[in-house]
């Protein structure tokens, strides 16, 4: 549902940067690289390259930002002119292995006598980095061509590798000793990148939440109050107990308290790898409980400081943090309830203000900035059972009052699964007509929207988009909803990135479950009416 976005998308962009506070987002040094070496033909044209060492796979999406806050440029190459005599209309372009095609030619029309270029790399990776287990070479190659002081033109390459990360490898920080100031945001540099991570949309996460969001009552919209919050809070992370996930320490560590160490590549596990395993480390269950929470509308945040992480939610309206101890689910707190969890993430919050060691990693702040999670393979709907997680989970569900005990009302708490079509009216009255898949799972619903249009370009031509998003929610009442954290869009073909997620959805559905209407927004806040009837 992009269309209502798609005029304001570079907009969208710049006022998410705009909401990353400068604590959490520091510009990074040049971090750990390799220099290839210097060269140039005839003496004329000095160049140096220099490349990263490692590459975070899991956060692909980020290198190929320009302008992010957090640059993670790849390879830097330095050109001088080293003649007496002009140069003119030096070009450069990269290639990364299979893994980034040859970029556009970075142009620079003139070099004065002693003149210097210095050119950055972004790219702009495939989704094959997603699909990487582990650590694995590849090979960067830079072509670099000018017309030189006679008027002749001259060529060069150089090349050089770098390890991809597997996309379960993380690493917090790659300054050597010497490139340290000694503060914590040195050790932590890489931390917001822990919001890919965060995956709220994956079905399994989906599913725990709505079972969790079933018990609190039904309050699917958290946010509304901070009961209505704190009863969602408390739910999660008592599933997260009932269902026998503990807290592990990495073999590798032998200090109790501390699960990773910041100069290490650390391997990280996605929500469905801890619902699965049902063991984490620390980071491991914060990441999964701040993507429960984000699942049910709490807005998340992951708090990084040294040898440990721990959650925190957003209370509605006041804005106050509630943190929680994940790791009180068992093992290095010995399994406490979610009161002594919440005592112990304050007392832990309180104590770490006055040191300032910390970087608070808030996610919706950093997927509007562009760190999206990257495309996990999909799930059977079933994945729950398959797991044997349902099973486990031994509390009756509460009644909602009002609700289940009105037939007509219970027999709408879930739509109709099957094909449906949408029809998307923007603000200014225009509107998209698409389609939509939806799945049904008791109160959880899946729903992939398909939407085809002609666009017009800033280049006065008319272009071809498509969008494929995918929302989970759940039916509470009459009321339906959903985000959208993982989208396909493409423009003549092209992918693009989506702008404006997670994308959220309320739709008031009708009594027999076939019709619904409501609203689309984006994360910050424009939206537009849907109107769904059932095929």
Same mark, same amino acid.
């Given at each position: ?5 798609? #005029? ?37 044209? /000095? ?7 490692? *590459? ?6 980020? !290198? ?18 080293? /003649? ?17 095609? #040859? ?18 790399? !972004? ?73 890919? #991570? ?30 209505? =919050? ?51 480390? =620390? ?34 309206? /006041? ?12 093992? *290095? ?26 970087? *608070?990693?808030?996610?919706?702040? =950093? ?53 449906? +079509? ?39 031509? /008319? ?15 009459? +009321? ?8 396909? #869009? ?28 409501? +609203? ?16």
């Amino acid at each position: 549902m992009r269309t209502f976005l798609r #005029w304001a998308g570079t907009l969208l962009v710049l006022a998410g940067l705009a909401f990353c506070g400068a604590a959490l987002f520091r510009k990074p040094a040049a971090g750990t690289v390799s220099t290839v070496g210097t060269g140039g033909p005839g003496g004329e044209l /000095s160049c140096r390259l220099q490349i990263r060492e490692k *590459l975070i796979s899991g956060a692909y999406k980020v !290198y190929g930002l320009k302008d992010s806050p957090l640059s993670l440029w790849l390879a830097k190459v330095v050109f001088r002119n080293e /003649s007496a005599r002009l140069i003119k209309d030096l070009k450069v372009r990269y290639k990364l292995g299979e893994y980034a095609d #040859w970029c556009a030619w970075q142009t620079y029309p003139e070099l004065v006598p002693s003149q210097t270029v210095v050119d950055l790399y !972004y790219p702009i990776l495939s989704s094959k980095c997603a699909q990487l287990t582990s650590q694995t070479p590849a090979e960067l190659l830079m072509e670099y061509e000018y017309v030189g002081p006679a008027g002749n033109k001259k060529q060069g390459q150089m090349s050089g590798r770098l390890a991809l990360l597997g996309r379960r490898e993380f690493f917090f920080s790659d300054l050597k000793s010497g490139e340290q100031t000694g503060s914590f945001q040195d050790q932590d540099r890489y931390s917001p990148l822990l919001a890919a #991570w965060v995956t709220s949309a994956d079905m399994p996460v989906a599913g725990l939440a709505s079972l969790a969001n079933k018990r609190a009552g039904g309050v699917v919209a958290a946010a509304a109050s901070v009961e209505d =919050c704190l009863k969602a809070m408390r739910e999660c992370y008592e599933i997260m107990r009932e269902v026998g996930i503990t807290y592990q320490t990495p073999s590798s560590r032998v200090e109790v308290g501390k699960s990773y160490d910041p100069f290490l590549v650390q391997s990280l596990q996605y929500p469905r790898d801890t619902i699965e395993k049902r063991s984490g480390t =620390c980071i491991d269950l914060a990441i999964l409980y701040a993507s429960m929470i984000d699942s049910l509308g709490i807005k998340p945040i992951l708090v990084s400081l040294d040898g440990h992480c721990f959650p925190m939610g957003i209370a509605p309206g /006041s804005g106050q943090f509630i943190p929680v101890e994940a790791t009180g689910v068992g093992g *290095l707190n010995k399994n406490i309830d979610f009161e002594a969890a919440l005592k112990a993430g304050m007392k832990e919050w309180e104590d770490l203000k006055k040191t300032g060691r910390f970087n *608070l990693i808030k996610c919706s702040e =950093c997927w509007a900035a562009g760190i999206a999670p990257a495309e996990l393979e999909p799930l059977p709907a079933d994945i729950l059972e398959r797991w044997n997680i349902r099973g486990q989970i031994q509390r009756a569900n509460p009644i909602v009052p009002g609700v289940d005990a009105n037939p007509q009302v219970a027999q709408a708490r879930t739509m109709v699964a099957g094909n449906w +079509t949408v029809v998307v009216t923007q603000a200014n009255g225009s509107s998209v007509q698409g389609t939509a898949t939806v799945t049904v799972q008791g109160q959880q619903v899946e729903m992939v929207y398909v939407g085809q249009y002609q666009i017009m370009g800033y280049d006065g031509a /008319s272009h071809q988009a498509r969008e494929r998003n995918s929302f989970v929610g759940a039916v509470k009442g009459q +009321t339906l909803v959903a985000r959208c954290q993982q989208a396909v #869009w493409t423009l003549d073909g092209q992918n693009v990135p989506p702008q404006g997620l997670p994308l959220g959805l309320t739709l008031t559905v009708g009594n027999n479950g076939r019709s619904a209407q409501g +609203t689309v927004a984006n994360a910050l806040g424009l939206s537009a009416q849907v109107a769904m009837e059932a095929q």
